[in-house]
């Protein structure tokens, strides 16, 4: 194999791996029901004047499947932390013993499952898209190099069926995701 297309389809790999793993990122993000700490990625938290993320000035546990529990690391940052939480506008209300931030996960409704699906349809959308994009460089990539037109469909239908590979591995973690969400 022509070593310029083997670095095309390397990169068009890569690329593709990554729109995967930005996908589980967001993914993290959409809550199905359960308590996870993931959940408060977004938080900040202004810390000595400096908007922190709440996971670098707390430890976040999950006490049981319906609460989450911050402990900060100072206690002067109770309300702090209150306050960031409820700037992410996650829909949760936070409350304080005096040593920790207790954070009650309401069960989804019926209404709210749906949206959330919808919601992790758009990323997966957003994923396919981005592999889709990845193969377009690619075979404006394999016009640049020098292959007899045997080789050009040959390799064009590689990207095709790694790109293919892809958009199915987007289609299973978007199940998985939408089952999680739906599971009550």
């Known amino acids: ?17 990554k729109a995967i793993s930005h996908l589980k990122k967001q993914l993290q993000n959409i809550r199905a029901g359960k308590a996870n700490p993931t959940m408060l990625t977004s938080v900040m938290v202004e810390y000595y004047g400096t ?24 206690k002067s940052l109770i309300q702090e932390i209150e306050k960031g939480i409820m700037n992410a506008n996650l829909g949760f209300n936070p409350m304080n013993n005096g040593d920790n931030v207790i954070i009650n996960v309401p069960p989804l409704t019926e209404e709210r499952r749906k949206q959330l699906s919808k919601q992790a349809k ?7 898209i981005g592999v889709r994009n990845d193969r377009r460089n690619a075979l404006h990539e394999l016009k640049g190099i020098d292959l007899s037109e ?26 998985a995701k939408e089952k999680e969400i739906m599971t009550v």
């Open 51 to 74: 908007m922190t993320p709440l996971n670098q000035v707390s430890n976040i546990n999950t006490p049981d499947a319906r609460t989450l529990s911050i402990q900060p690391f100072e």
């Open 122 to 128: 758009a990323e997966a959308e957003e994923a396919k």
């Open 150 to 175: 045997d080789e050009m469909k040959d390799a064009e239908s590689e990207v095709q069926k790694i790109t293919d590979n892809y958009i199915e591995k987007i289609d299973q973690i978007f199940e």
């Open 1 to 17: 194999m022509n070593e310029d297309l083997s670095i095309v389809l390397d990169s068009t790999k890569e690329d593709m791996e």
